[in-house]
């Protein structure tokens, strides 16, 4: 079916809710997508960081196929194959890093997406805050979430609401109450929430990489001093890890990067490599106040979902593949503020962000100019590029990037 077909039936039958740019992919390979006219284009996007081993990666497509062909679906209400053996595996990146004495068994809800972990994570912190009452026998019982200004954590009520993002509300109002937003790497602004507000906070939940909001990382003091607090004050330190886990950084999860060990964990995106998939993890502890019938999901965890992730978490959990995304994002972050006009050059990996200088075009324009030109950027503000591209990336993708968008750059000053 064409590109117009594609639209025609979009505009009659499709709830309006993405602009769409004007191309049809119909199969992809490694880095590179093709549309209806059999053209190629270099992928930096990655189905927005989900395709983490590229488009189609043999191991994947052999994992589901197989798995088809066997059992789809049976609920969880019964044990399945590979559930076990990624919930192990995920236990084990998450004390990755972690000093000896600060290790523990991690326990997972399995779910379908990002929104759907943060969910149960802010579920979780409820409950921790509600039992830790309960023992106490206080009647105050800690239910408010810290969170971070431009954090984004999904499209459920629950997880808009702990997005402090006040646009993403305003059509919706009024949202679930219960949040503190405070200025991101502010540590006076966070203690004085927590010294006004301490015995109300069940957990502070973050990204320590904001992904929607341009790629801009927590600095190190912001995150321990978050994970001092809340050890203060018996409260949950979460990290939003699905932008910028399952490797992305360089190591199986963002936290890792900075010296910190949370206390629940929630993870989608390239956790199956394109397969709608989502996790929340907790520290055994924590995990278990959660009983049968407390929550759950129909879809998530399903026989193919797994499949999915353990192929593609086997993949991923590679020492030279890990050095690779490293070096490849320091060299694409070199070679990006290399370029005249971009500003503000950021992020850690393959999660890199940068700013469009005055004069130059802006980034919805450098966007599109990109898909004509045969590549696939991604915007997140009016001047703010993101880059998310497979973890397969290499020095020779961003060579060819850079040539084009420098050359595009100086082609546009005014």
């Known amino acids: 079916m064409t590109l117009a077909q594609q639209e025609a039936l979009d505009a009659a039958y499709v709830m309006p809710t993405f602009a769409r740019k004007p191309v049809e992919f119909v199969r992809g390979e490694g880095m590179h997508l093709y549309d209806d006219q059999g053209r190629s284009y270099l992928d930096f996007l990655a189905g927005i960081g989900c395709d983490s081993l590229g488009h189609c990666p043999p191991v994947l497509v052999q994992a589901l196929q197989d798995q088809a062909a066997s059992l789809i679906h049976v609920s969880n209400y019964y044990y399945e194959e590979h559930r076990g053996q990624v919930a192990e595996h995920l236990s084990e990146l998450l004390n990755r890093f972690a000093p000896q004495d600060q290790q523990t068994p991690w326990k ?50 629950m997880t808009l609401a702990a997005t402090a993002q006040p646009k993403f509300h305003t059509d919706f109002a009024p949202m679930p109450e219960g949040f503190f937003d405070v200025p991101r790497n502010d540590i006076e602004a966070l203690e004085a929430v927590f010294a006004a507000h301490g015995s109300e906070i069940c957990a502070v939940m973050l990204e320590c990489i904001q992904g929607e909001s341009g790629v801009h990382p927590m600095t190190p003091e912001y995150l321990q001093a978050v994970r001092r607090l809340t050890e203060e004050h018996d409260a949950l330190m979460i ?62 965890g399903s026989c193919l979902a797994m499949a999915a992730m353990e192929a593609v978490l086997g993949a991923l959990d590679q020492e030279d593949l890990c050095a690779s995304i490293e070096a490849t994002g320091a060299y694409f ?54 880059f998310l591209p497979p973890l397969i990336c290499d020095n020779a993708d961003v060579d060819a990037l850079m040539a084009w968008l420098g050359a595009y750059l100086d082609e546009s000053r005014v």
């Open 108 to 157: 997972t809800f399995f779910s379908n997406s990002g929104a759907e972990s943060n969910e149960c994570a802010l579920k979780l912190a409820r409950l921790y805050g509600r039992r830790q009452a309960e023992a106490k026998g206080s009647e105050t019982v800690p239910y408010y979430v810290v969170t971070i200004d431009a954090s984004f954590h999904g499209r459920t009520m």
């Open 333 to 386: 972050r070199e070679q990006l503020g290399s370029l005249a006009g971009i500003e503000n050059v950021r992020g850690l990996g393959l999660m890199v962000g940068c700013d469009l200088a005055e004069g130059l075009p802006d980034a919805p324009q450098v966007v599109a100019a990109g898909l004509e030109a045969g590549f696939v950027l991604n915007y997140t503000g009016p001047r703010t590029l993101r």
């Open 239 to 300: 990290c939003d890890e699905v932008q910028c886990g399952i490797f992305r950084t360089g190591r199986p999860f963002g936290f890792q990067q900075f010296g910190i060990v949370p206390d629940v964990v929630s993870m989608a995106k390239g956790i199956a490599g394109g397969f709608p998939a989502g996790a929340c993890a907790a520290k055994a502890a924590i995990a278990d106040l959660f009983a049968p019938g407390i929550h759950g999901t129909t879809f998530g």
